[in-house]
């Protein structure tokens, strides 16, 4: 059995089903609980005491920035691409580093890019 929405390999009983699509674990729970980028308390909480000195970041995260630091800006295809990861781990952990202001994305044309805050 395979995942709707991944296709990664299922054994019976493992699958859940949502919105008539049957999902691995990870998949079910991006769906019920995808990541919000514009989150005001999320923002707050991030923020914390307003310094940036001990923000720990993963190692996903740290990649994450690293590489749009170098770039400049990037699109979040090409970011999985390069990084090996799939779209939707980037934007998750996007929404983590939107949330401490380290990130943000913007529109120049039909592409959305992640840049510096």
Known sequence: ???DRCSSSMEEGESREYLGQLLCEDCYLDMLSPAKTCDPWAVLLAKGDTSRSGVQLTPRQQKIYDLVKERQEIAFPEAARLLGMTEEQVRREFA???HMEL????RP????LITLF
């Open 109 to 112: 044309s039909q592409e959305i």
């Open 96 to 98: 983590t580093l939107r």
């Open 1 to 3: 059995m395979k995942c």
């Open 103 to 106: 990130l943000r994305a913007h």
